[in-house]
T-cell receptor
Framework: DAGITQSPRHKVTETGTPVTLRCHQT?????MYWYRQDPGHGLRLIHY???????DKGEVSDGYSVSRSKTEDFLLTLESATSSQTSVYFC????????????FGPGTRLTVL | GNSVTQMEGPVTLSEEAFLTINCTYT??????LFWYVQYPGEGLQLLLK?????DKGSNKGFEATYRKETTSFHLEKGSVQVSDSAVYFC???????????FGEGTQLTVNP
């Protein structure tokens, strides 16, 4: 299994509070992604990174920011959580240049009350 | 933009039945196509892939053929098992390293 961990695995928070989710990889892969999974929508890309300090927006980026200060860590921040951000969040990694496959972490279930 | 449409679920089958999950796509270029599987409480795992027209991806008894003329990538298995119960996602990717575009997912339940 690809070495990807996500923390926390579960979180309950209140509307208006800041939340940071962490993705950590031990594969030294260049690309990292944050997706959210919601019923009826499959997985949708929030943000992705193609290198240290290099990030870009996905299709559902509003209300989220990311940072990648080193290869192994990709942080997703909800500056002021809303109930619409209740979801399961998945991190994925990809070597990119010669491999198409994305490897997914175990997910973080976030509930915003 | 790109999009993926999967057959509506959930799908319930008896063990040893034949499985088909339909997937069609819309893309501007020539994407690679994937099927991912998600077992309860876990992340997604790549099941199979195809990178060009007429390619057939296969793994664990599952197969899917990249049909450019019908823009489809239907998942099939001849004889399902209880252990195949999971959510199946069809996805496309334009280029290596780029984002995946997913379908909505199809919940498969196989009863003994």
């Amino acid at each position: 299994d690809a070495g990807i961990t996500q923390s926390p695995r579960h979180k309950v928070t209140e509307t208006g509070t800041p939340v940071t989710l962490r993705c950590h990889q031990t594969e030294n892969h260049r690309y990292m992604y944050w997706y959210r999974q919601d019923p009826g929508h499959g997985l949708r890309l929030i943000h992705y990174s193609y290198g240290v300090k290099d990030t870009d927006k996905g299709e559902v980026s509003d209300g989220y920011s990311v940072s990648r200060s080193k290869t192994e860590d990709f942080l997703l921040t909800l500056e002021s959580a809303t109930s619409s951000q209740t979801s399961v969040y998945f991190c994925a990694i990809s070597e990119g240049a010669t491999s198409l496959e994305q490897f997914f972490g175990p997910g973080t279930r976030l509930t915003v009350l | 933009g790109n999009s993926v449409t999967q057959m509506e679920g959930p799908v319930t089958l008896s063990e040893e039945a034949f499985l088909t999950i339909n997937c069609t796509y819309t893309a501007t270029g020539y994407p690679s196509l994937f099927w991912y599987v998600q077992y309860p409480g876990e992340g997604l795992q790549l099941l199979l892939k195809a990178t060009k027209a007429d390619d057939k991806g296969s793994n664990k008894g599952f197969e899917a053929t990249y049909r450019k003329e019908t823009t489809s990538f239907h998942l099939e298995k001849g004889s399902v098992q209880v252990s195949d119960s999971a959510v199946y996602f069809c996805a496309l990717q334009e280029t290596s390293g780029s984002r995946l575009t997913f379908g909505e997912g199809t919940q498969l339940t196989v009863n003994p």
